[in-house]
């Protein structure tokens, strides 16, 4: 069995794996992000202890962001601009290379379980969009099996919604855009609004209405953009299910008729859905990322 390195790293943990998508992990770690040099020996140290399974086909990098995943760009593989200041310039790919002479892909987290859910979903799913709603808002993109990607990955947690009236004068927390789709709809734009985190707001509050056409904009902006076969919804705020049929409702009602596919919320039950993959998608994603790697090496050869 070919084995595979996998690396879902993120601001707070940096999850590692050898093992496969197909068969699952045969080792982890749980690794906390502190500095990069301090979170890179652990990473390595962690690869060091496992030789004993085997050599790896390949590592799969799935990456907080921003970072450069242009093939051409002379800052390719580093981190961009991050509010965690001391990982701003690190360059994934060459940190990984240090320890590990296999070849190695690097995709965004939302790519990488993008990716996950796509295989998760079977062959007839060609596009996917996984989006994720926590800390941050991102979205990753999967059109016939590989990830979207072309100047930069896509950022559509950034796209600039039309406003809730009940929203009031509220303006939006994203540090560069104020009230984008990030600073109105995650959670820590939640908590800024509202003054409460969606697991302690009431029922009967504005905000499920609220939320629900953000996130529902967003849909709608995929559906007509990419026109996905499914929309994944996770994150931490995604936990509150009660959000889905109401996205799912004000999805339909946005479109208006207009996209036949998706002419009312029961056609939505099966397009707009929570995660299958429940054990860390990033992961999974990224052994799949390894994989294409490993092929895109022997391809090469
Ligand atoms: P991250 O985005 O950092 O990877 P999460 O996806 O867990 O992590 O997102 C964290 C955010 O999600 C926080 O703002 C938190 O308030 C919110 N959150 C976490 N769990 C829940 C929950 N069960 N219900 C509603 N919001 C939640
Ligand atoms: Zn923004």
């Known amino acids: 069995m070919t084995l595979f390195g996998a690396i879902e790293a993120g601001g707070t943990k940096f999850v590692c794996g050898i093992g496969s998508a197909e068969h699952g992990s045969r080792a982890t770690a749980v690794i906390p ?14 690869f060091a202890s496992q030789r004993a399974l085997g050599p790896l086909a390949g590592i799969g ?23 965690k200041s001391a ?4 360059d994934m790919i060459a940190r990984t290379r240090a320890f590990a002479a296999t070849p190695i892909a690097l995709d965004t987290d939302v790519n990488a379980a ?8 079977g062959a007839g799913i060609t596009q996917l969009a996984y989006v994720t709603v926590g800390t941050g808002i991102g979205v990753g993109l999967v059109s016939h099996g590989r990830t979207v990607q072309g100047l930069a990955h896509p950022e559509m947690g950034h796209i600039l919604p039309r406003r809730h009236a009940a929203h009031g004068d509220f303006a939006g927390i994203c540090p560069f855009h104020g009230d984008c789709l990030e600073g109105l709809a995650s959670g820590p734009a939640i ?31 995929l559906l007509l953009g990419l026109a996905p076969q499914r929309i994944v919804l996770g994150g931490g705020v995604m936990r509150q299910e009660r959000l889905f049929p109401l996205i799912r409702a ?9 996209f036949h596919p998706a002419r009312d919320a029961a056609d939505l039950a099966s397009i707009i859905v929570p995660p299958a993959c429940t054990e860390a998608p990033g992961l999974q994603g990224s052994y799949l990322l390894a994989a294409q790697a490993a092929a895109r090496d022997i391809g090469q050869r």
């Not at 990098?61 to 509010?83: V, W």
């Not at 004000?250 to 207009?258: D, S």
């Open 250 to 258: 004000r999805t339909a009602a946005l479109l208006a008729g207009y």
């Open 87 to 90: 990982w701003q310039g690190i």
């Open 61 to 83: 990098i799935g990456s907080f962001g921003p970072i450069d995943i242009a093939g051409d760009s002379a800052t390719f593989g580093q981190i961009l601009s991050t509010p």
């Open 33 to 46: 992000t502190r500095t990069p040099d301090e979170t890179f020996a652990a990473v390595a140290a962690f």
């Open 114 to 121: 993008a990716l996950a859910e796509a295989r998760a979903a």
């Open 191 to 221: 908590q800024a609004a509202w003054g409460l985190s969606a697991s302690s707001l009431p029922l009967d509050h504005t905000f499920w209405q609220v939320q629900a056409d953000y996130l529902a904009q967003l849909c709608v902006t």
